[in-house]
């Protein structure tokens, strides 16, 4: 009986699938790198994926349990949503009778061995500004290098592009005039960063977060003084939550620490200063000639702070519970910091050969330059930070089992995307479940910046968002998958099989698909031609 009635609530589909003439969606020929600009998003009024082992990127609400996998399940998609969800295992396609026919639509991706999951989210980016940098086509580039890992949306935390560039590529990456991620934008604080004398009373602050607005900004990104004395600090939130912004802190060693921010309202707290700060009982034991703005004095002795903190654990976990109590997002990037635990590889990385901009290949120590300031890294300094990150990481886990609502940043000014993946695998080290991870990176992402109201963005469930990554493997057996053009692979294969191994086969936003590799494919030519453009040699055509 349930058979029968099953097969004739599927009959209507079925028959409507009939009419309609499909296309398979094939990947772009070839392996090797192709011109910047030959990739187009498709759009398609009914876009079926076969055959998926779908991770849904959901859970139980208020715990950060997550659902495994399941599959093969074909998913119809109509305008930008996901409208159909049907299962194809064995036991289910045996209740649907001899009449039924699988769904189809005008365009088809055929999932077979392959998992998809919802879209990524990059929770702190530094775009770049065309023309400076990255190149003259630097934030087309950084695009690809997002989407050709499965990031659909991409926050930028206050950069140097200007919101002038980065509204107007908004505006177009909405409408799939361009190739981008979808955008949210936080101007950053205080503006300009070095002067202080502006936002640094509260109806100053006030004033400032309302011509952010008006600018377009959907955020405001609090980064230094005056922005984080608590008064300013208070002010800002408060004004941002009446118009709709919300705020996200970068703290630094500043006079907020997590608890001023989470009662201030803040949204998110980026990396992990003022977290342990926090629980202790004085200040750190800096030495006597201790600079905050001598960047190696800076990074240095950060590498002491959790261990300095958890002399009292007790006071750690009182810190979040205050984030837990004020819904306090916490986005660590703990990627950007892995040089300073292993500076050596991190500088040796493989994939900087072929998809790193040569600005970032050339950069060395620079006390001018913010971040290069490894003119000395010491034995001790490693050890010092490897003990940091074990310490960091069983906090983030701690807040993760605790329910707190945990998202996953790079901080990756150059290589954002690749950076993002190497955030999963910290993730992971850190002992959080690879589902619980996607988690992590997609739906409480779409939480904390609001998308799962605005935009319906809520995973993989009949009436979402269509924002999808096609992946070639399985992420929950092994994160490497997702690397693209078979990084994730580098060294235990030849070099000539890395690029068919692994990897974002589709990235789908809003409905739209793109060929991930071969966007992938596009940022190794932009490479090769900024190495020419800066000094190297010519490449060869494709």
């Not at 994926?49 to 859970?59: L, Y």
């Not at 936002?199 to 955020?219: I, M």
């Not at 809520?458 to 997702?482: E, F, M, T």
């Not at 078979?486 to 409905?511: E, F, N």
Request: glycine share 10%; charged share 20%; with cysteine.
């Amino acid at each position: 009986m349930r058979r029968t009635a099953l097969a004739l609530l599927l009959a209507p589909l079925t028959a409507l699938s009939a009419q309609v003439a499909e296309r398979i969606l094939k990947p772009a020929a070839g392996d090797a790198p192709i011109v910047m600009g030959t990739t187009r998003g498709d759009r398609s009024g009914r876009l079926v994926i076969r055959n998926a082992t779908i991770i849904s990127g959901r859970g139980t609400p208020g715990t950060n349990r997550g659902m495994p996998p399941e599959g093969p399940v074909d998913i119809v998609i109509e305008n930008g949503t996901i409208v159909n969800m049907i299962p194809m295992d064995a036991v289910n396609a045996a209740g649907y009778g001899r009449a039924f026919k699988r769904a189809t639509g005008d365009r088809v991706i055929d999932a077979t061995g392959m998992y998809v999951m919802p879209g990524l989210v990059e929770m702190h980016a530094h775009l770049p500004q065309d023309g400076r940098e990255m190149g003259p086509k630097g934030s087309d580039y950084a695009y690809r290098l997002y989407l050709g890992h499965g990031v659909t949306v991409v926050r930028d935390a206050g950069s140097g592009a200007g919101l002038t560039q980065l509204t107007a590529q908004r505006r177009q990456g909405d409408a799939n005039q361009i190739v981008a991620p979808r955008l949210i934008l936080c101007q950053r604080w205080p503006l300009p960063l070095r002067a202080w004398d502006e936002g640094n009373t509260p109806d100053k602050a006030r004033a400032q977060v309302r011509q952010f607005k008006e600018l377009g900004a959907d955020c405001v990104k609090i980064s230094k003084s005056p922005g984080q004395y608590p008064d300013i600090m208070r002010a800002a939130a408060d004004e941002g939550k009446k118009l709709g912004m919300f705020v996200m802190v970068d703290l630094k060693v500043s006079e907020s620490d997590a608890v001023v921010v989470s009662t201030a309202g803040v949204r998110s707290i980026e990396h992990w200063y003022g977290i342990p700060d926090a629980a202790l009982l004085g200040s750190q034991s800096f030495p006597a000639d201790y600079n905050y703005w001598n960047e190696l004095d800076r990074f240095r002795w950060a590498g002491s702070l959790w261990a300095e903190a958890n002399k009292h654990p007790e006071r750690i976990s009182a810190v979040l519970d205050t984030m837990l109590k004020y819904d306090t997002n916490w986005d660590p990037t703990m990627s950007v910091y892995e040089g300073n635990r292993d500076l050596a590889r991190h500088l040796t990385a493989p994939y900087r050969e072929t998809l790193v901009h040569p600005s970032e290949l050339a950069a060395g120590p620079d006390s001018s330059t913010h971040g290069a300031y490894h003119r000395e890294w010491k034995t001790s300094d490693e050890i010092n930070w490897r003990n940091n990150f074990a310490i960091w990481m069983h906090y983030v886990l701690e807040f993760h089992q605790r329910g707190g609502l945990l998202t996953a940043g790079s901080d990756e000014g150059s290589f954002g995307g690749i950076g993002l993946i190497r955030e999963l695998e910290l993730m992971q080290e850190a002992g959080i479940h690879p589902i619980d991870v996607v988690r992590v990176a997609s739906t409480n992402a779409y939480e904390a910046i609001g998308l799962d109201k605005s935009k319906q963005m809520c995973g993989i469930r009949v009436g979402c968002a269509a924002d999808l990554a096609v992946v070639n493997g399985n992420p929950i057996d092994n994160l490497k998958v997702l690397y693209g053009r078979g990084y994730g692979y580098y060294g235990t294969v030849p070099r000539a099989q890395l690029s068919k191994l692994g990897g974002v086969r589709w990235t789908i936003k809003d409905g739209v698909v793109f060929d991930a590799q071969a966007l992938l494919r596009e940022a190794e030519w932009y490479v090769q031609q900024e190495k020419v453009r800066m000094g190297g040699t010519r490449p060869a055509l494709p």
